[in-house]
T-cell receptor, first 113, second 110 residues
Framework: ETGVTQTPRHLVMGMTNKKSLKCEQH?????MYWYKQSAKKPLELMFV???????ENNSVPSRFSPECPNSSHLFLHLHTLQPEDSALYLC????????????FGQGTRLTVV | LAKTTQPISMDSYEGQEVNITCSHN???????ITWYQQFPSQGPRFIIQ???TKVTNEVASLFIPADRKSSTLSLPRVSLSDTAVYYC???????????FGQGTELSVKP
C-alpha cells in the first residue's frame, strides 16, 4: 500500500467508448503524474501536475485528457482510443516535482478492443 | 535533463551481492539520484536516494563518487524476490519531470 490508489484496476473499452481513470492520494503531495507503460517497455511520462496546474504535456494525443480538480485527485479521460493505446497506466505523486521520492499506484491495465 | 545509462539486464544467484551502475555524465548541481524497483504489472517503488558519497537504508546502499557522474546501487544478499527492473533517475525538486530510462532487468536464480 503506497498511499496512491488507482481505479479501476482493469478496464476493457471499445474504440468508440469514453471512460475515465481515477487516481487519489492523501499523502499531502503537491505533484501528480500520469505514465503509460506498454508491454516490456519503460515508463513514458504523459502529464505532470504541480499544485493543480498542468506543467507538462509530453506530446500526448488529444484523445487523452487529464484533469486535476484538487491536489488529491487526478483523472485521465479517455475517448476514441486505438488498440495501440492498450497499456498499463500508472499514476504517481510526490511532495515536490521531479527529484523527490515518488509514490506510485498499482496502475490500471487498459485494453482497447 | 541528465540522461542516464544502465545495463539492460543482469543475472545473479541467491545470496550474492548485486551492484548495478548508472552513468549520468550531465548531472546538474541540484540533481539528486534516485533508484526505483518495479515488479511486473505494478508501479515502481522507491528504493533509495542520494546526492553524494554513500547512503544506506534497510534495503540497499547507494554509492556516489565525488564527480557524481555515476552511481552504484548495491543490493546485499539478493533473493528470488529481488527479480525486478531497477531504474536510476536524476532530477531536482524544482524542474524535474521524473523521467524513467530503460532500466536494468535483474534476474535472480536459485
Amino acid at each position: 500500500e503506497t498511499g496512491v490508489t488507482q481505479t479501476p484496476r482493469h478496464l476493457v473499452m471499445g474504440m468508440t467508448n469514453k471512460k475515465s481513470l481515477k487516481c487519489e492520494q492523501h499523502l499531502g503531495h503537491n505533484a501528480m503524474y500520469w505514465y503509460k507503460q506498454s508491454a516490456k517497455k519503460p515508463l513514458e511520462l504523459m502529464f505532470v501536475y504541480s499544485l493543480e496546474e498542468r506543467v507538462e504535456n509530453n506530446s500526448v494525443p488529444s484523445r487523452f485528457s487529464p484533469e486535476c480538480p484538487n491536489s488529491s485527485h487526478l483523472f485521465l479521460h479517455l475517448h476514441t482510443l486505438q488498440p495501440e493505446d492498450s497499456a498499463l497506466y500508472l499514476c504517481a505523486s510526490s511532495r515536490g516535482q521531479g527529484g523527490t521520492e515518488a509514490f506510485f499506484g498499482q496502475g490500471t491495465r487498459l485494453t482497447v478492443v | 535533463l541528465a540522461k542516464t545509462t544502465q545495463p539492460i539486464s543482469m543475472d545473479s544467484y541467491e545470496g550474492q551481492e548485486v551492484n548495478i551502475t548508472c552513468s549520468h555524465n550531465n548531472i546538474a548541481t541540484n540533481d539528486y539520484i534516485t533508484w526505483y524497483q518495479q515488479f511486473p504489472s505494478q508501479g515502481p517503488r522507491f528504493i533509495i536516494q542520494g546526492y553524494k558519497t554513500k547512503v544506506t537504508n534497510e534495503v540497499a546502499s547507494l554509492f556516489i563518487p565525488a564527480d557524481r557522474k555515476s552511481s552504484t546501487l548495491s543490493l546485499p544478499r539478493v533473493s528470488l524476490s529481488d527479480t525486478a527492473v531497477y531504474y536510476c533517475l536524476v532530477g531536482d525538486s524544482k524542474g524535474g519531470k521524473l523521467i524513467f530510462g530503460q532500466g536494468t532487468e535483474l534476474s535472480v536464480k536459485p
